[in-house]
């Protein structure tokens, strides 16, 4: 049930981020001095938003396998979870390690 739930909400959750990323990314190529237009610029390139998003997405994507695998026939539902679960931890702190020290630094 939770993988469920966690799928809708995180697919809402990835349309309103990927928005938000194009809309401000937008800003990035403006001219404009204005302090508004530099403000929604700075949104774009935002840690904790690009965090969020690269956590959705792995979580997503690897709940939406394992949906398909079960679909398929995959009796083992409690055995997917947790793959699907360590996998994406791991994929996730790969993420944060890479990005703390080469983006962030």
Same mark, same amino acid.
């Given at each position: 049930?939770?993988v469920w739930i966690f799928?809708?909400?995180?697919?809402?959750?990835?349309?309103?981020?990927?928005?938000?990323q194009l809309f401000t990314?937008?800003?990035?190529?403006?001219?404009?001095?204005?302090?508004?237009?530099?403000?929604?610029? !700075? #949104?774009?390139?935002? %840690?904790?938003?690009?965090?969020?998003? =690269?956590?959705? /997405?792995?979580?997503?994507? *690897?709940?939406? +396998?394992?949906?398909?695998?079960? !679909? #398929?026939?995959?009796? %083992?539902?409690?055995?997917?979870?947790? =793959?699907?679960? /360590?996998?994406?931890?791991? *994929?996730?702190? +790969?993420?944060?390690?890479?990005?703390?020290?080469l983006v962030r630094a």
């Amino acid at each position: 049930m939770f993988v469920w739930i966690f799928h809708r909400i995180s697919g809402v959750l990835l349309i309103f981020l990927i928005g938000f990323q194009l809309f401000t990314g937008f800003f990035q190529a403006s001219a404009s001095s204005s302090g508004l237009v530099k403000t929604v610029a !700075d #949104l774009h390139k935002h %840690a904790t938003i690009n965090c969020v998003m =690269v956590f959705l /997405v792995i979580f997503h994507a *690897l709940y939406g +396998v394992r949906t398909l695998l079960m !679909d #398929l026939g995959v009796k %083992a539902e409690k055995l997917l979870f947790w =793959v699907c679960t /360590v996998l994406g931890l791991v *994929l996730f702190a +790969v993420f944060l390690v890479l990005f703390l020290t080469l983006v962030r630094a």
